[in-house]
């Protein structure tokens, strides 16, 4: 496995002997008096999370570079977050050309203007840190899965994903009646996304949708319990999935 796109673009920028010119001087950690680092978590977890890993936005996309990982050798050669954050921006607004079926094809400009430089300045701040953001950074995205447990009626069950794209559902927990169940999931983000149940002898998946679409199965649940989780890959494996409970 190669480097990731950001590792190479900071290998590139030193041998160019342009790292200092273009992003800043190295071992320097301030964040820009105009950064808005509260719109930067919130953009980036919308926008970013569903593809890369970053510990504090809590985030576990696996398509793209785990964003902890990336810099963490950068840093401990003594480049500053400045420099970390100047290689993001870059980043965001040229990403490295690949095909749009790779599964790390990034579009250019997710963020656009000031929004990017906020969403740069937030990655460069909290990247490698362990523990949680605290303060009104640490609530301005609410936790993925977080939500309350949500209860079937009349025979119908909406399980919706998370409308900031992170990969979860609002809830980890639902409950339902035995006999037939209609299971909705609908998807407000532009990550793509489903509802797939498995369990009690059922393997059923409904339609990937996007942008305010609704993913749906119909099904006959017997008491037990099952799990239902989004069936695009990656997903699943970075925890889109929650308990549902029949009685």
Do not use: W
């Amino acid at each position: 496995m190669g480097r990731s796109p950001l590792r190479r673009t900071l290998a590139g920028l030193v041998a160019g002997g342009s790292l200092a010119v273009a992003l800043g001087a190295c071992g320097t950690d301030t964040v820009p008096q105009n950064a808005d680092l509260i719109a930067g978590k919130r953009a980036f977890v919308k926008s970013c999370g569903s593809c890369h890993v970053l510990g504090r936005a809590t985030t576990k996309g696996n398509s793209g570079p785990n964003l902890d990982d990336a810099f963490r050798q950068s840093l401990r050669d003594g480049f500053g977050r400045d420099t970390v954050r100047g290689v993001i921006h870059q980043q965001i607004l040229h990403p490295a050309r690949l095909p749009k079926d790779n599964v790390a094809y990034m579009p250019a400009k997710l963020v656009k203007g000031k929004l990017a430089q906020d969403v740069a300045a937030y990655v460069a701040s909290v990247t490698t840190l362990p523990g949680k953001d605290t303060g009104r950074l640490g609530s301005a995205v609410k936790a993925p899965g977080a939500g309350k447990p949500i209860e079937a009626k009349g025979g119908k069950l909406e399980i919706p994903s998370d409308p900031n794209g992170q990969l979860a559902y609002l809830t980890t927990v639902a409950r339902a009646e035995k006999g037939q169940l209609e299971l909705t999931s609908k998807n407000p983000s532009s990550t793509p996304h489903n509802i797939a149940i498995e369990g009690g002898g059922l393997n059923e998946k409904g339609p990937v949708v996007q942008g305010g679409g609704v993913s749906k199965v119909s099904i006959s649940v017997k008491p037990g319990e099952y799990t239902y989780y989004c069936s695009v890959p990656g997903h699943r494996e970075a925890g889109m999935l929650g308990k549902l409970t029949v009685k």
